[in-house]
């Protein structure tokens, strides 16, 4: 790998008589380097539900938790926070799944859950029953990488755009179009984008033309973190196959945190 990036250095170089940092070299091809999607046989997967139940927290338990299983993983299923209080069953999981909206996080929870990705637990979800989960917890935001804000329009037409095509959650999937909740979000400059919409002028005018991230990953401490803020409802993504494809697949790349090597990243492509 250090012969492949100094030949391609000095060859950009050669090329176009610039001056090139390693470390932007070695940046790019982190980006552009994915590893195969992990199997999810054996994993231990804790999966937490309820919040706000226009969310349908209990359609997407009832949809997901058969799936894990069928891919061989064993699923503890709670519809509480306690559990993050639990530090034996925390440092037991390879992976927490969350769907809890507009809910409150006690700093126990918060310290229990934190603890336990920083350590190497994977984190994944969507919409906002895990960006909009907890308001009262600017440390889980910063876990998470993101936090919901707006949704101009509320349920409309709109398109997504995938940005990163060798990353193996999106690899072969096409742009594809969206009727939900387009979500406007707060988002942290330091994670790996997959995937954008872009805002127009229909509700508000001063956004036309903002691109927005739609689907990402990141690390938190030894965690991997996948986010994507579609699925507002669990039919908005199961009729849409690069949606629900892209889920699972974030599904199955942080539920390796424990076993695979992070994957490094420093710069977000948005637009």
């Known amino acids: 790998m250090k012969n492949r990036r100094a030949f391609i250095s000095k060859a950009i170089m050669a090329a176009g008589g610039l001056t090139i940092s390693p470390s932007v070299i070695a940046n790019t091809l982190d980006s552009e380097t994915s590893l195969e999607l992990p199997s999810l046989k054996g994993r231990k997967v804790l999966f937490i539900y309820g919040g706000w139940e226009g969310h349908e927290p209990e359609k997407f338990r009832d949809y997901m938790t058969p799936w894990l299983q069928e891919e061989g993983a064993t699923v503890e299923v709670f519809n509480n926070l306690e559990p993050y209080t639990d530090e034996t069953l925390m440092s037991s999981i390879d992976l927490i799944i969350q769907i809890h909206t507009m809910s409150k996080i006690t700093k126990e929870q918060e310290k229990g ?25 600017v ?99 199961t009729e849409v196959p690069e949606a629900i494809t892209m889920i699972k697949r974030g599904i199955q790349w942080a539920s390796a945190s424990k076993y695979e090597a992070p994957e490094k990243w420093l710069s977000p492509v948005y637009g």
């Open 113 to 137: 859950l934190l603890k336990a990705v920083k350590e190497g637990a994977g984190m994944a979800g969507w919409h906002g029953g895990m960006c909009d989960a907890f308001r009262n917890s």
């Open 139 to 237: 440390a889980y935001q910063y876990m998470t990488g993101g936090q919901w804000v707006a949704h101009p329009g509320g349920v409309i037409d709109y398109s997504v755009q995938i940005k990163n095509k060798k990353d193996a959650i999106s690899k072969g999937l096409s742009n594809f179009e969206m009727n939900s909740e387009q979500y406007y979000m707060h988002v942290d400059p330091n994670v790996k984008v997959l995937a954008t919409t872009t805002f127009d002028a229909r509700f508000n005018e001063w956004i036309d033309g903002c691109v927005m991230p739609v689907v990402w990953k990141k690390m938190f401490g030894k965690g991997r973190i996948f986010y994507t803020s579609l699925g507002h409802n669990l039919a908005h993504v």
